[in-house]
């Protein structure tokens, strides 16, 4: 399985980006998908999670209300929808996958290489 994450950037804080992460090698709707992020000098900490179905979602309480994870099984890709954002979500931002359904890092078998997210005040 391999995990290719894009879509990060330098934004100000109000804006918008929408992460993108491609899963390959193996059938996407097998694995249950998550965003997690690490800050400098912070341990990873878990964003958001969806079901290989689409049918249970769950987000971090720093994150409910203003980001939204999707995926589109025809493309591969699960996506993580950032609306108002604020400095405190500058990031280092990994999909992950795993058949399992977690929100606990070390519950999840493969990951992205992550994609770097900064929010200017």
């Known amino acids: 399985v391999q995990l290719q994450a894009s879509g990060g950037g330098l934004v100000q804080a109000g804006d918008s980006l929408r992460l993108s992460c491609v899963l390959s090698?193996?059938?996407?709707?097998?694995?249950?998908m998550g965003w997690f992020r690490q800050a400098p000098g912070k341990e990873r900490e878990f964003v958001a999670v969806?079901?290989?179905?689409?049918?249970?979602?769950y987000y971090s309480d720093s994150v409910k209300g203003r980001f939204t994870i999707s995926k589109d099984n025809a493309k591969n890709t699960v996506y993580l929808q950032m609306d108002s954002l604020k400095s405190v979500d500058t990031a280092v931002y990994y999909c992950?996958?795993?058949?399992?359904?977690?929100?606990?890092?070390?519950?999840?078998?493969?990951w992205g290489q992550g994609t770097q997210v900064t929010v200017s005040s």
């Open positions: 090698g193996d059938t996407f709707t097998d694995f249950n």
């Open positions: 969806i079901s290989w179905n689409g049918r249970s979602i």
């Open positions: 992950a996958a795993d058949r399992g359904f977690s929100r606990l890092v070390n519950d999840y078998n493969y």
